[in-house]
């Protein structure tokens, strides 16, 4: 079974400063992906940004980039640039296998002070 | 992505009686998700809604408790049977796989059983 831990229960950044939220998994999948959820307090869950274990490039999205390590089963986010509208839950996410199914970290909530 | 609603958005129900949360996407796919978001914790999947056939439910989530109905691509229900206390969560739906296998979220039920 996998396992994906959040190690930060709770991270605060200044506004326009960066901050990175970690992420560390276990799994004996060859084949998986990882994402970055985040849920602000609308609770809508928003995919931020994905990463496909057989790539070693790390993806990046805007202000969103991931720290993909996978002999050491890593995968952090940095935010640069932090905004008040990046304030929310943070989840990461792990999907391996043929049941497509969803594994997430118990999160990290970011704070971002003005 | 596909645009996913969710009825009711909210309820408060009363102990014993069940709820039957509906789940409407704008395009056909081919799985859909339940998860529960017990308060202040993370995302756990309660059962994969299967078009044609029953619902595969994860370990510790049961049929009785909650039935899934998945009439066609667009839609499924899940119910929450003989509610007590306890099943005080947010309920979200999610489609996938998408393209790169990220799953998309509804924007969740929040329910609150007294």
């Known amino acids: 079974a996998q396992t994906v831990t959040q190690s930060q229960p709770e991270m605060s950044v200044q506004e326009a400063e960066t901050v990175t939220l970690s992420c560390t998994y276990d799994t004996s999948e060859s084949d998986y992906y990882l994402f970055w959820y985040k849920q602000p307090p609308s609770r809508q869950m928003i995919l931020v940004i994905r990463q496909e274990a057989y790539k070693q490039q790390n993806a990046t999205e805007n202000r969103f980039s991931v720290n993909f390590q996978k002999a050491a089963k890593s995968f952090s986010l940095k935010i640069s640039d932090s905004q008040l509208g990046d304030a929310a839950m943070y989840f990461c996410a792990f999907q391996g296998g043929s049941n497509y199914k969803l594994t997430f970290g118990k999160g990290t909530l970011l704070t971002v002070n003005p | 992505s596909a645009v996913i609603s969710q009825k009711p958005s909210r309820d408060i129900c009363q102990r014993g009686t069940s709820l039957t949360i509906q789940c409407q996407v704008d395009?056909?796919?081919?799985?859909m998700f339940w998860y529960r978001q017990q308060p202040g914790q993370s995302l756990t999947l309660i059962a994969t809604a299967n078009q044609g056939s029953e619902a595969t439910y994860e370990s510790g989530f049961v049929i009785d408790k909650f039935p899934i109905s998945r009439p066609n691509l667009t839609f499924s229900t899940l119910t929450v049977s003989n509610m007590s206390p306890e099943d005080s969560s947010i309920y979200l739906c999610?489609?996938?796989?998408?393209?790169?296998?990220?799953?998309?979220f509804g924007p969740g039920t929040r329910l609150t059983v007294t």
């Open positions: 395009s056909q796919v081919t799985m």
């Open positions: 999610s489609v996938g796989p998408s393209q790169f296998y990220e799953q998309y």
